[in-house]
């Protein structure tokens, strides 16, 4: 049985929501955000919205993951550093180096996905899919027992509400985030090497 094409309406419903969502998260709290919201914004009706996407975190988890569709094809199927052939102590830091990018051009979404993880942000598909990934790469340079912990203390430094907090509240320039998480992640992979 071959895949249906979605409808040509239904692809744009879904750019619009995607759009409309997008504007509104950078507006306000992601928290303050409605489905009734997003689909006024979108100019669709709430019924399409909830067909298409079920509810308020399965639609955060669509529009994350097609933003993040360049990045998770880097790491699955592209070159260094990024990609799965590369050495660990180079992939560790690009892979935190891209989590932090990501979250600083999409931080209101980042933050509205970290929030939908129940009463831990922890349990969030997102974050144990980029926790297996370091955890996987850090087991060749720190063995079993220690790459769970320090995966997850490293992720702990891309954190969307700290990403936001010290380039928002704090107005740490990009390049300098990118450089302090570089330093980071080369203190600790380094305090074992």
């Known amino acids: 049985m071959t895949e249906r ?3 040509k309406d239904a692809i ?3 750019a619009a929501v995607f759009d ?3 504007r509104l998260f950078a507006r306000q709290s992601p928290s303050g955000v409605t489905m009734a919201d ?3 914004e979108a100019g669709v009706g709430k019924a ?3 067909r298409a996407f079920g ?3 399965a639609l955060i988890r669509a529009l994350y993951e097609a933003r993040l569709e360049p990045v998770r094809q880097a790491v699955e199927e592209g070159p260094p550093p990024l990609g799965p052939a590369t050495e660990p102590r180079v992939r560790v ?3 935190l180096d891209a989590v932090l990018c990501f979250k600083l051009d999409n931080r209101h979404l980042a933050l509205a996905l970290e929030q939908t993880g129940g009463d831990s942000p922890y349990g969030a598909e997102h974050y144990e899919r980029w926790h297996a990934l370091l955890r996987g790469a850090l087991e060749g340079i720190l063995g079993p027992d220690d790459a769970d912990f320090t995966a997850h ?3 702990a430094a891309t954190r969307a509400d700290l990403v936001g907090h010290l380039a928002g509240d704090k107005g740490l320039p990009r390049q300098e985030l990118r450089d302090r998480l570089a330093r980071f992640t080369a203190s600790v992979l380094g305090a074992r090497g």
Do not use: E, G, S
């Open 5 to 7: 094409r979605p409808r």
């Open 12 to 14: 744009r419903n879904k």
């Open 20 to 22: 409309a969502a997008d």
């Open 38 to 40: 997003i689909a006024a």
């Open 48 to 50: 399409t919205l909830f």
């Open 55 to 57: 509810d308020r975190t």
């Open 93 to 95: 830091p690009a892979l």
């Open 153 to 155: 203390a490293l992720l």
